[in-house]
């Protein structure tokens, strides 16, 4: 995956678990919940009719960032680094903004809605580049990378087959409801609410008290999360002025910017991309790489771009069912004959693989190519 610096994406480098600091408060049972702008994915049911759920917020995300941050620390040694790591070469960067931007459009109307600090719609991009990664064993997962046990207390489901770390949806509204308590806990201070976010509020409370100051930058906090802040503010510098740094924010056309649709019955993500003519592996990325079956049930919240939220309209239960080996409960065969349309990645995922098993169980290499008809082993 083409991430921008790669070990810069990664803010859970030592995988401490924000909601999870030994001897903390909790603050998620403690502190008030922000109400959503859309409809809440944990509150979303099946009607008889699609549903679409605009957002609260219309104004696109570049507006916004460029309105809402307001960074004063581009000159620091340490944030211009992360400037010109970030930024490579301006084209680069660009080209890649390009391919999460309707994401990063998602999330920052969000933001935007629930008025919280637009730093916040940056996260991701610190995170993970805006890519859903899955967790390796018990490590972080999805765009917010959170922690098992913080999305656990959070209200998402993780388990088996599932997990709700990787849908951008759920996720985004606990990561913001999370992010909204710890604005509140740390007195609306934006850096630090990131801070907390990256270290745990237990761990900052502890490293403000040994400290004579309220700047975060100024505590004994681990260097990692020192990094997050001046990543966060490089970022911030950036979009607030792209010409500084001889870049252009990339276009941002209403068509492609996405909004919620609720359908009133089970969908697989693969079948649905397909019905409305949409690329399987951006529909995906924009509805979260789920382990294992890609089938959700009736109720539950699409992010699907604005050129096609007519066609969800004329879509039928035939057109999006699951194929039988996609079914949550249907024994998984033993082997696949590849179709057209096939790859690698997307049978992992539908037979609840790991890529790498799934190659090596088939003599297959990185950049072998699938022929239509090839049968490929699915077990050992």
């Known amino acids: 995956v083409d991430k921008i610096v790669a070990d810069e994406m990664a803010g859970c480098i030592d995988c401490t678990d924000p909601g999870a600091e030994p001897g903390s408060a909790d603050p998620i049972s403690a502190m008030p919940v922000p109400v959503p702008s859309a409809v809440p994915p944990a509150a979303v049911t099946a009607a008889e009719a699609v549903q679409i759920a605009p957002l609260a917020v219309e104004r696109p995300a570049w507006e916004l960032l460029q309105q809402g941050l307001q960074p004063?620390?581009?000159?620091?040694?340490?944030?211009?680094?992360?400037?010109?790591?970030?930024?490579?070469?301006?084209?680069?960067?660009?080209?890649r903004l390009a391919e999460f931007a309707p994401l990063l459009d998602y999330v920052s109307r969000e933001v935007a809605a629930r008025e919280l600090p637009m730093q916040f719609a940056l996260i991701p991009m610190v995170e993970s580049s805006y890519y859903g990664f899955p967790a390796r064993g018990s490590g972080p997962a999805g765009i917010w990378q959170l922690m098992p046990a913080t999305a656990r207390a959070l209200g998402l489901r993780v388990d088996g087959n599932h997990d709700d770390r990787l849908d951008p949806v759920r996720s985004t509204h606990a990561a913001l409801n999370y992010l909204g308590q710890l604005h509140i806990q740390f007195g609306a201070d934006a850096n630090l609410s990131l801070a907390a976010y990256n270290a745990g509020d237990g761990r900052l409370q502890r490293a403000l008290s040994a400290s004579a100051s309220d700047d975060p930058r100024q505590a004994p906090l681990p260097r990692t999360t020192l990094q997050y802040l001046d990543k966060v503010e490089a970022l911030s510098c950036l979009f607030k002025r792209p010409e500084d740094s001889g870049w252009s924010l990339p276009p941002l056309p209403p068509p492609s910017r996405l909004e919620i649709v609720v359908l009133p019955f089970n969908a697989d993500a693969v079948q649905l991309a397909g019905a409305l003519g949409l690329p399987e592996d951006s529909f995906r990325r924009y509805n979260g790489a789920m382990r294992g079956p890609?089938?959700?049930?009736?109720?539950?919240?699409?992010?699907?771009?604005a050129q096609r939220i007519q066609e969800t309209a004329r879509v039928t239960p035939d057109q999006v069912a699951a194929e039988p080996s996609q079914l949550v409960d249907a024994p998984r065969p033993a082997v696949h004959v590849v179709r057209s349309g096939d790859n690698l990645w997307t049978l992992a995922r539908r037979y609840g693989l790991r890529l790498d098993d799934l190659r090596r169980w088939n003599g297959l290499r990185p950049n072998s190519v699938l022929a239509i008809g090839q049968r490929l082993k699915l077990a050992p």
């Open 72 to 95: 004063t620390l581009c000159e620091r040694p340490e944030v211009r680094h992360w400037r010109q790591r970030y930024l490579g070469r301006p084209e680069n960067f660009s080209a």
């Open 294 to 305: 890609q089938t959700r049930s009736a109720g539950h919240a699409w992010l699907v771009p």
